[in-house]
Antibody, heavy 121, light 106 residues
Framework: QVQLVESGGGLVQPGRSLRLSCAASGFTLNSYVMHWVRQAPGKGLEWVAAISYDENYKYYPDSVKGRLTISRDISNKTLYLQLNSLRAEDTAVYYC??????????????WGQGTLVTVSS | DIQMTQSPSSLSASVGDRVTITCRASQSISTYLNWYQQKPGRAPYLLIYAASSLQSGVPSRFSGSGSGTDFTLTISSLQAEDFATYFCQQSYSTPLTFGGGTKVEI
């Protein structure tokens, strides 16, 4: 069955970097658009990155553009999120999720369990 | 960016009640509206996609309706396992955006 398992979260100081991973199984990674969605403690959901089937297109909201980078390794069936210049407001649970399309049929039908990133000195 | 506004932000209900949650988009999004359920400490779970299509495995007491800017999630007869937070999400355009959530409490 479809599984998404995130890892790489932890406590990090402001200004530092972190790379999150999401191991995918049960489906073909390059047949879906893959995303990262985050949730600050006690808050709502915020979409922060997406990568197209063929990796040719990457999408970010303006709030994180330039600091977050999404990528994937098809051979290792893994999605990544590089977080740079971390700020306190980046503290959140980070989920990976998949959709059939970036927009239109862009509903998240499978999610990982999430990995917590805490930015604090 | 398309803003998604949910109401109410929280509600109290009893088992067996009919519950309605609304979601309003800041511009027309056709039927590109999806609903999720989230329980504490868990990832969101897809309930309804494309405004009114029930995701496989989701109980039929959940239903969705609407188009354009106004949408509704209805739980016809609330069950104990339905106490959770519900989010709407627009997939009309990037950035993909979510409503602020509706917490359904006992």
């Amino acid at each position: 069955q479809v599984q998404l398992v995130e890892s790489g979260g932890g406590l990090v100081q402001p200004g530092r970097s972190l790379r999150l991973s999401c191991a995918a199984s049960g489906f073909t990674l390059n047949s879906y658009v893959m995303h990262w969605v985050r949730q600050a403690p006690g808050k709502g959901l915020e979409w922060v990155a997406a990568i197209s089937y063929d990796e040719n297109y990457k999408y970010y909201p303006d709030s994180v553009k330039g600091r977050l980078t999404i990528s994937r390794d098809i051979s290792n069936k893994t999605l990544y999120l590089q977080l740079n210049s971390l700020r306190a407001e980046d503290t959140a649970v980070y989920y990976c999720a998949r959709t059939i399309a970036v927009a239109g049929r862009g509903w998240f039908d499978h999610w990982g369990q999430g990995t917590l990133v805490t930015v604090s000195s | 960016d398309i803003q998604m506004t949910q109401s109410p932000s929280s509600l109290s209900a009893s088992v067996g009640d009919r519950v309605t949650i609304t979601c309003r988009a800041s511009q027309s999004i056709s039927t590109y509206l999806n609903w999720y359920q989230q329980k504490p400490g868990r990832a969101p779970y897809l309930l309804i996609y494309a405004a009114s299509s029930l995701q496989s495995g989701v109980p039929s007491r959940f239903s969705g309706s609407g188009s354009g800017t106004d949408f509704t999630l209805t739980i016809s007869s609330l069950q104990a396992e339905d106490f959770a937070t519900y989010f709407c999400q627009q997939s009309y355009s990037t950035p993909l955006t979510f409503g602020g959530g509706t917490k359904v409490e006992i």
